[in-house]
T-cell receptor
Framework: ETGVTQTPRHLVMGMTNKKSLKCEQH?????MYWYKQSAKKPLELMFV???????ENNSVPSRFSPECPNSSHLFLHLHTLQPEDSALYLC???????????????FGEGSRLTVL | GQNIDQPTEMTATEGAIVQINCTYQ??????LFWYQQHAGEAPTFLSY??LDGLEEKGRFSSFLSRSKGYSYLLLKELQMKDSASYLC??????????WGAGTKLIIKP
């Protein structure tokens, strides 16, 4: 069983659709993250939640809306997306947001999003 | 600006040794990480270096030189399952992770 689970694994949506990505972590971590991964580009941090509070929003367009109802669950609500938003969206968790001395992030396998 | 550079792609032969380099320019330094990501899978933690020198972990070793802003990941006795992307990331002074674009390693028989 993976520590961080993401659903759906694949999603195809039109520009007028509304959909949500879900992430669940079973590791007892306090911090959760959304990253965007595009081909041949560095991972882009989108949002960070620490103890359910959003602590980071990296100038992400408002068509992406995160929700963190508790320390174990994280959602990314999507609406009126653009084709350039097509990418792999990775969820991650860590023991603390500061990443401490080990800095280890635990990633989910990602949700592959295609916007038509 | 902050920048992490690593080769886009490398090819090596099964059983051989390969070294993947990473150079960085960041605002402060609180450690350097290597992650492995197989196609279609989650990135997984490989190593963390905060002091200069070589850290060995089985077939994988990671080296850091803070004065040179340089690290490498050394993979020995390559196996086909080592075909993956290898991501270098630096923790800056604000404890933000700055990521490289990753190196795709192709292992040939």
């Amino acid at each position: 069983e993976t520590g961080v689970t993401q659903t759906p694994r694949h999603l195809v949506m039109g520009m007028t659709n509304k959909k949500s990505l879900k992430c669940e972590q079973h590791l007892g971590h306090n911090a959760m993250y959304w990253y965007k991964q595009s081909a041949k580009k560095p991972l882009e941090l989108m949002f960070v939640y620490n103890f359910k509070e959003q602590t980071e929003n990296n100038s992400v367009p408002s068509r992406f809306s995160p929700e963190c109802p508790n320390s174990s669950h994280l959602f990314l609500h999507l609406h009126t997306l653009q084709p350039e938003d097509s990418a792999l969206y990775l969820c991650a968790s860590s023991q603390g947001q500061g990443l401490g001395s080990s800095g280890e992030l635990f990633f989910g396998e990602g949700s592959r999003l295609t916007v038509l | 600006g902050q920048n992490i550079d690593q080769p886009t792609e490398m090819t090596a032969t099964e059983g051989a040794i390969v070294q993947i380099n990473c150079t960085y320019q960041t605002s402060g330094f609180n450690g350097l990480f290597w992650y492995q990501q197989h196609a279609g899978e989650a990135p997984t933690f490989l190593s963390y270096n905060v002091l200069d020198g070589l850290e060995e972990k089985g077939r994988f070793s990671s080296f850091l030189s803070r004065s040179k802003g340089y690290s490498y990941l050394l993979l020995k006795e390559l196996q086909m399952k080592d075909s993956a992307s290898y991501l270098c990331a630096v923790l800056d002074s604000n404890y933000q992770l700055i990521w490289g674009a990753g190196t795709k390693l192709i292992i040939k028989p």
